[in-house]
Nanobody
Framework: QVQLVESGGGLVQAGGSLRLSCAAP????????MNWYRQVPGKQRELVAS???????SYADSVKDRFTISRGNAKNTVSLQMNSLKPEDTAVYYC?????????WGQGTQVTVSS
């Protein structure tokens, strides 16, 4: 069982920045891939950024050159640095990983960008 805990959401004006963090406390094995998704009401959850171990990061076209995913110094932590935020970035952001055929999600953190 993997527990994912997100933090760092909030309210920011357009053009501002936020940094989201995700940790997997108590997980003793290394998580090979960690992702950030987001979801707005009435729409499907969208993959925003992906960070596989030893692989290249990837981003949704809508966030390229504005968002950066990176691993933290502590094991099984990942951050999402979000710059030049736009109102359309408003969503609940979820940390995600999978292992041995099971997908795990955090509880989500709200990001609201005002115009």
């Amino acid at each position: 069982q993997v527990q994912l805990v997100e933090s760092g959401g909030g309210l920011v004006q357009a053009g501002g920045s936020l940094r989201l963090s995700c940790a997997a406390p108590g997980t003793i094995f290394k998580l090979n891939v960690m992702n950030w998704y987001r979801q707005v009401p009435g729409k499907q959850r969208e993959l925003v950024a992906s960070l596989p171990t030893g692989g290249s990061t990837s981003y949704a076209d809508s966030v390229k050159d504005r968002f950066t995913i990176s691993r933290g110094n502590a094991k099984n932590t990942v951050s999402l640095q979000m710059n030049s935020l736009k109102p359309e970035d408003t969503a609940v952001y979820y940390c995600n990983t999978y292992r041995s055929g099971t997908t795990y999600w955090g509880q989500g953190t709200q990001v609201t960008v005002s115009s």
